[in-house]
């Protein structure tokens, strides 16, 4: 029993310290960088014909979507790069990538520098904000909805580590839109707000693939992953 015991102690310091350093990384550029209030344009009104007909397919999507649906997109509530495990294999894993983790954190971690202080300037409300008969299948939120910062980041990470597999860009991305698209799924979006993550995903991932501080941990984290991978 104690053996037991101090295993689970043992499991639980792991985790805890991951999350620690996962939320310890430091973002590759903020939103000084990249100002998405100067690339995007602003969200439709809340009264407007084009928030009323997304409300009206996020609705649409509520009785239609079925218990596995509802269950990759609660999967996909996690914002790192491991929800692309079920494309790069078994082999794909945190314990034997650290360099490639915590490069991989700095990702996640520029994604929320840049995109949060744009969504607190927009402040678009989510669907269940407007409309009492959404009922989001996933982590409720009240952070702005326009743009969708998990769009923005499965945007992102699926360019960069495609530009590091290219030999699964194809699978890579598809991964990538379907991670997107499991926020309208899971009711915690609009369809715009996807779209401009999809975009904002792209212009941060492109102004990233530019810089020399990231550029030298990339070829690092890509190395670890092809010999893992045994690419």
């Known amino acids: 029993m104690k053996r037991y015991a101090s295993l689970a102690a043992g499991l639980l310091l792991l985790i805890v ?43 649409m999507l509520q009785v239609t979507r079925t ?3 509802v269950a990759s997109a609660v999967a996909d509530a996690d914002e790192n790069v491991w929800r692309f495990a079920n494309v790069m294999g078994p082999k794909f894993n945190k314990e034997t990538l650290p360099k490639f983790s915590a ?6 971690a520029t994604e929320g520098a840049v995109v949060d202080p744009a969504k607190d300037i927009w402040k678009r409300p989510r669907p269940h904000q407007l409309s009492d008969l959404v009922k989001p299948a996933v982590k409720l939120s009240s952070s702005g909805s326009w743009p969708s910062g998990h769009a923005t980041v ?18 890579i991305m598809a991964r990538a839109a379907e991670y997107a698209h499991n926020r309208e799924v899971g009711g915690i979006h609009y369809a715009s707000d996807v779209e401009m993550g999809r975009i904002s995903g792209s212009v941060i991932a492109a102004v990233l693939l530019n810089r020399d501080d990231f550029k030298a941990e990339y070829e690092v984290a890509r190395a670890e992953l092809r010999s893992d991978l045994g690419m």
């Open 17 to 59: 310290g991951s999350a620690a350093q996962a939320e310890d990384a430091q973002p590759f550029v903020t939103n000084k960088d990249v100002d998405l209030t100067m690339i995007l344009p602003p969200p439709p009104a809340n009264d407007s014909a084009q928030t009323k007909a997304e409300l009206g397919e996020v609705l």
């Open 154 to 171: 499965g945007t992102m990470m699926g360019i960069i580590l495609s530009d590091m597999v290219p030999e699964k860009r194809a699978e």
């Open 103 to 108: 490069f991989f954190d700095r990702v996640v």
């Open 67 to 69: 218990p596995e649906m």
